[in-house]
Each structure stands twice: as structure tokens, then as C-alpha cells.
């Protein structure tokens, strides 16, 4: 009998599934599992810690400096240059315990309420930062939600956020925790100090934190080697998966690392999204801030997968989530489950659990995003706003097609070093479902793309240079920096499944395989006639305006139709596992016309599907 998530119960009764204790063989996994990731480097060195300890204490000597200066510099007398002081917090994965080599710092600078953040902060910290030798790569965010400083300090990268308190004078205990420090705040302070709020009420609210962490370091790899690690990009963030682990620590607190982690599949792969995720119950306190509440606001019943952070104002730490990453991270899940179930059985082991997502071989079809600019800060600056976008694309995509076309967006974006400030972003394209009685209808996302350029070009701060392209790629067509030594790996002639690799067999396996070498070959007679009749869908676009400057014409395409006989029919009714568990699509970007004149911009892409090579190779 599988295990029922249970309902957020009133009341603030959180009972948990199981009070057990660990047996012998949970111990003897959760030991193999910590030498595994100690293998795979997920621990940093003592060395390291020790200097990101150092770092984080000459961080607050520096911050302490400029309060004291931008105090005088104001013209306070000389007991309050004297008391005037900043704090320095961390939270995030370093603050939970769970960081690895080489990841940042998050901090927070909380200081006093005549230390404002545009001029002081953004102003004469960022100039006293960037006069400091051991200082690189120092870039400002000012205009983000929560207004950030990135840089490496000794070569520790560090991300700095700034709440200003409504206090004359920080006091020397400061404890974030409690509500009154939320008192007389701006916004972006309130969020600012949300990150430190969050990570501290975790550790409060896991019953056991050694636990905890491991289980979490685990799970945060999982989702990085599976590539579904980036909140930015509708995925799993820190957060995220901080949230969700805790939550299932709760359920069973006395359960070590291997169970959590096995638990941790079997839960969340049958809960009842969009149920939310919830450590503690939502309570209106005194202050009136407004916080995630689907009673009290029409938007948040549109989540589609709340994790909601557990200090107040609580809000969902997964809003980026859209229908089709929600889809794949569903289908991991779902994997992972089945792993657990197999070692549960001793048919495999736990390390099973992180094979590698071979992103490039999942898919027959990608959309490639290009942006360029002219120097460092402007492409710095560029590709900070395209991704805080780039998620957008995908939600655009979805509605547009009405969830049909699902969108895999890769967490990361790829430089390309032949070409100065040039990166690349990629989503992988399937078609979502196929109906028995559904025709191959084409996808046009000609309007969605150029709508997505149009809300990207939206940026107050873009300068001449600043360029965004998107093009349809096939497989074959994937550029090489993308690959690890620049080298294209050998395919595997193995069937990939829906979101897995390319090696990876579906769990129900299909007759339409035994065809698959059929298949491939009249798929690749089609895309050889495909791509002779018509040359890539590439076109690089700046801005509506500049579009019609250049006299852009509309392209005129006629999709074409796809009727379906009745064996046809019979081979899609057989074969239905193979479509809904591993079968590729076959997307044909459709002609477009370009005007005669040489300064007009190419028309957008339309997708298309094209299956009927697929059912006529069995007929």
C-alpha cells in the first residue's frame, strides 16, 4: 500500500508517519552513502572552511569601516560614529551546513536606518569594494527583486544583500528570528532578510539536523546531476529542496539518510500538487504584512507547486515553476522512486539514484538562445536580465500551446570561447502527449518567441550591442563548446526515455522498439529532405522597434494537414507506452520567407511535429 501524504492538518498538529528508529542496514547505506559523496568531492576541505571563516571576518570589518565613514560623512556627532556599527549573517546552503567546494557565500549586511542602500550601499561600499586588491568580479544588482552585490573576495565568491533596520544603532545580540525586526521595513529589507529568517526557522523545525543535512546534500546532487537544480529556471532551487527534505525529516524524525532519501521519492512522487509543501502553519501575525495565502489571494491558487517557506511573511519559494518543468521534475521523481523501490528489492544500489542526465541526447530538438554584447559590464549586465527571464519562455510556450509542447530548459547557460561575450542558453522540445485520435498538428511559436524577445528588450539599462537570438536546432546541429572538450559524444543505440538519457531504457518497454533502426532511418530521410528544402530557422532580433524599422514582413506558411488511416491508428493504440515513456518526436522547423531587401530581419520559426514518418515506417 502506497504511503498518502497527509493534508497540513489546523491547528498546528503535525503528526509524523512513522516515529521508528533506523535498522542496522539503514545505518550500514547511510554510510555508504556519505563515503559516495565524499568520493564525488560534495565536502569541502578544512582548509577551505578555515578561509571562508577568515572571509567572512574581514567582510565585517570592511562593512563596519563604511558604516562608520557614511555616518561621519553625514555629519553625526562622535558617539554615534562610535556605536555606529554593521552585522554580517549568512544563510543559504553555507548556513544550513550542506555547501560544497567552491560555492558562494550568502550574505545579508544588516545596518542601520540612516545607512540607505542606493546611495551607501550601491554607492560608497560598492567604491570602497572595488579599490580593494583581494576584490574581483565585482558586479552590482541594484534593480533585482532582492537588490544583490556579487563578487570574490580572496577568491571566495561572495552574494551580498542589504537590509537597513529602523534602528538608530544595531545592538550587538541581534536575533533576526523574531518579528519585531520586520517593524517600519521597505520592502526589498523584508526580503532581504527573508533568506536568513527561512534558513534559521529550517534548522529550528527539522527534528534532527545531521540527518537533515545529509539528506540534503544528497538530494541537492541528485537534483544537479539530474539537471533539474535551478529555481531561475522553474526548477528545484537551494530553498526548494531545503523545504521539501525538512518536510519529510518531519514525517519521520527518527529515520537516518537512506531512508529519508528513499522516503523523500515516495512521498512527493504521490502528493497531490498543488497541496502545498508546509513546515508550520501559516499564522497572521501583528504586523499585517501580506503573505502567501490561496483564501486571500486569487493569484497564489494558481501555483502549481507551493513550497512555502516557513518564517513569516511566508510566501512560495517555488513560484517559477511552470506546466512543463513541473512535468519533468514529476518524471524524476518518479524515477527515483522506482531506483528506491529496486534497491528496497537488492535489484541495485542507491548510487544508481545520480547517473548523469545526458541533456543533448534526450532530445531530437532544441531552441537555442544566443545573447552577445559589446564589453564585460554591458554583457555581465545583459545576461543577468536574460536570466531572470529565460523562465518565461517556457511559461509562454505552455500557454500558447496549451501544455502540449513541453519545454526542458538546461539550469545553465554556455560560453562560447571562440566569440568574446557570447552565451548560450538551450531547451530541450517534445511533444507532450499523443492522442490516439490526434492529427499532427503543427506548433507555431513564431509570435511566442517574438513576444519573449519583446518582454527580455523591456530593460531600461540595454545599450547598443545588446542582442538576443533565438534558433531552432536539431540534435545533430548542437554546437560543440557545449560538450566537454569541445568533443561530440558517440550516441548510444540504446532507447532514451521521455526525460532521461539517451541510454536509459523506459519502464515499459515497447514492440515499437524492435522498428526503432526502421524508424530512425526514415526519420533521418525526412529531415535530410526537410533540411534541402529549407535552410535553418536562425534569425537574431533586437527589439520590436528596430524589427519594423527594418521592414519586417510576416512569412506566409501553410502547415500541412495529417490524416491518420486506420492501421496507422492500430500502431499508435499498441504502441502507446512507447509515446507517453520514451518515444522522440520529430520537429521540423516549417519554411519562412524573408523579404528581397537585405535589411530586413528573417521571419520566426514554427515548430512543427511531424509523427506520420513514425506510424508509416510500421505500416
Known amino acids: ?159 551580498l544583500l542589504y537590509a537597513k533596520l529602523a534602528v538608530w544603532v544595531i545592538p550587538e545580540e541581534l536575533d533576526l528570528s523574531v518579528d519585531s525586526v520586520l517593524q517600519d521595513l521597505d520592502a526589498k529589507s523584508v526580503l532581504s532578510l527573508n533568506g536568513c529568517r527561512v534558513t534559521d526557522a529550517i534548522l529550528r523545525l527539522v527534528p534532527h539536523v545531521r540527518n537533515f543535512q545529509t539528506t540534503l546534500r544528497c538530494i541537492r546532487y541528485w537534483a544537479k546531476i539530474r539537471g533539474i537544480y535551478s529555481n531561475m529556471a522553474g526548477f528545484l532551487g537551494g530553498i526548494n529542496c531545503a523545504i521539501l527534505v525538512a518536510r519529510v525529516c518531519q514525517l519521520y524524525p527518527n529515520a537516518v539518510a537512506s531512508f529519508l532519501v528513499s522516503r523523500f521519492f515516495k512521498v512527493y512522487s504521490q502528493w497531490k500538487w498543488p497541496n502545498p509543501v508546509m513546515l508550520c502553519p501559516n499564522e497572521e501575525r501583528y504586523l499585517g504584512l501580506p503573505f502567501w495565502d490561496p483564501r486571500r489571494n486569487v493569484r497564489d491558487g494558481r501555483d502549481l507547486m507551493p513550497v512555502i517557506t516557513p518564517a513569516y511573511p511566508y510566501s512560495n519559494s517555488s513560484y517559477n515553476v511552470s506546466l512543463s518543468t513541473q512535468c519533468v521534475m514529476k518524471e524524476e521523481v518518479e524515477r527515483g522512486r522506482d531506483i528506491c523501490e529496486a534497491v528496497e528489492g537488492s535489484k541495485t544500489d542507491l548510487i544508481s539514484l545520480f547517473d548523469p542526465f545526458h541533456f543533448f541526447s534526450a532530445y531530437k530538438n532544441y531552441l537555442q538562445i544566443d545573447i552577445t554584447a559589446r564589453n564585460h559590464d554591458d554583457f555581465m549586465s545583459w545576461k543577468g536580465r536574460v536570466d531572470s527571464r529565460l523562465r518565461l519562455l517556457t511559461m509562454k510556450v505552455d500557454r500558447d500551446t496549451h501544455g502540449q509542447l513541453q519545454c526542458h530548459p538546461h539550469p545553465d547557460g554556455f560560453l562560447d570561447k571562440s566569440k568574446q561575450f557570447r552565451c548560450c542558453y538551450f531547451v530541450g522540445l517534445k511533444r507532450k502527449h499523443i492522442v490516439r485520435d490526434q492529427k499532427g498538428e503543427p506548433f507555431d511559436i513564431r509570435s511566442t518567441i517574438e513576444e519573449f524577445k519583446n518582454c527580455v528588450g523591456m530593460y531600461t539599462s540595454v545599450k547598443p550591442g545588446m542582442l538576443i537570438g533565438v534558433s531552432h536546432k536539431k540534435r545533430s546541429d548542437i554546437p560543440l563548446f557545449v560538450f566537454p572538450g569541445g568533443i561530440r559524444p ?53 527589439s520590436r522597434s528596430e524589427a519594423l524599422a527594418a521592414g519586417q514582413t510576416k512569412a506566409s506558411v501553410q502547415p500541412s494537414e495529417y490524416s491518420l488511416t486506420a492501421l496507422q491508428e492500430q500502431v499508435i493504440r499498441n504502441c502507446s507506452s512507447l509515446f507517453n515513456n520514451g518515444g522522440e518526436e520529430d520537429l521540423n522547423a516549417a519554411p519562412f520567407s524573408t523579404p528581397a531587401s537585405t535589411s530586413a530581419i528573417p521571419q520566426k520559426p514554427v515548430i512543427k511535429f511531424n509523427f506520420t514518418s513514425l506510424v508509416q515506417a510500421n505500416s
Not at 82 to 108: C, H, K, Q
Not at 517 to 539: H, L
Request: net charge negative; with cysteine.
Open 490 to 542: 558517440a550516441r548510444s543505440t540504446g532507447v532514451g526515455r521521455v526525460c532521461g538519457g539517451a541510454a536509459e531504457k523506459p519502464r515499459n518497454f515497447s514492440p515499437l522498439q524492435a522498428v526503432e533502426g526502421v524508424v530512425g532511418r526514415k526519420r533521418k530521410a525526412d529531415e535530410s529532405d526537410t533540411n534541402n528544402k529549407f535552410r535553418k530557422c536562425d534569425y537574431v532580433a533586437t
Open 1 to 159: 500500500m502506497g504511503i498518502q501524504p497527509p493534508a497540513n492538518p489546523p491547528g498546528g498538529q503535525w503528526e509524523p508517519i512513522s516515529t521508528a528508529g533506523p535498522s542496522g542496514l539503514d545505518v550500514i547505506k547511510t554510510q555508504e552513502l556519505e563515503k559516495f559523496m565524499e568520493s564525488r568531492g560534495l565536502y569541502e576541505s578544512p582548509a577551505e572552511a578555515l578561509k571562508r571563516a577568515e572571509v567572512l571576518g574581514r567582510l565585517d570589518q570592511v562593512v563596519n569601516i563604511w558604516v562608520k565613514k557614511v555616518t561621519e560623512n553625514k555629519g553625526y556627532n562622535e558617539q554615534m560614529v562610535e556605536e555606529a556599527r554593521a552585522m554580517i549573517f549568512t544563510f543559504g546552503s553555507y548556513r544550513l551546513g550542506v555547501n560544497g567546494p567552491g560555492a558562494d557565500i550568502d550574505t545579508l549586511c544588516v545596518g542601520p536606518r540612516h545607512v540607505n542602500r542606493e546611495e551607501d550601499f550601491f554607492g560608497e561600499l560598492h567604491r570602497m569594494l572595488g579599490e580593494m586588491p583581494e576584490v574581483e568580479d565585482l558586479h552590482p544588482v541594484p534593480g533585482a527583486n532582492v537588490p544583490i552585490m556579487k563578487f570574490k573576495f580572496d577568491g571566495i565568491s561572495i552574494d
